[in-house]
Nanobody
């Protein structure tokens, strides 16, 4: 059984910073990528940023220059440093990992339970 546990959400004023963390645990053979998605009320879940096993990153245009993703797939950790936060960043942030639980199983998407980020004065 695979678990992704997030931490670090909260309430912050516009222009402030938060750091999200996610740790994967359980029966894991390999992780090809870890990342963050977010879902605001009434909107679809969208990609924020991803970090692959070989160290490449990808991020949404709306967060470039403000958010930085980092991590260590070997340690099963991923972080999201969020600076210069705006009210439109308010959402539930979900950790995602693409994991093979065993050598012969297909890769699957796993999700954390989500952590609320609220940007408001």
């Amino acid at each position: 059984q695979v678990q992704l546990v997030e931490s670090g959400g909260g309430l912050v004023q516009p222009g402030g910073s938060l750091r999200l963390s996610c740790a994967a645990s359980g029966s894991i053979f390999s992780i090809s990528s870890m990342g963050w998605y977010r879902q605001a009320p009434g909107k679809q879940r969208e990609l924020v940023a991803t970090f692959t096993r070989v160290g490449s990153t990808r991020s949404a245009d709306s967060v470039k220059g403000r958010f930085t993703i980092s991590g260590d797939n070997a340690k099963r950790l991923v972080f999201l440093q969020m600076n210069s936060l705006k009210p439109e960043d308010t959402a539930v942030y979900y950790c995602n990992a693409k994991i093979k639980a065993t050598m012969i199983q297909m890769e699957s998407d796993y999700w954390g339970q989500g952590t609320q980020v609220t940007v408001s004065s």
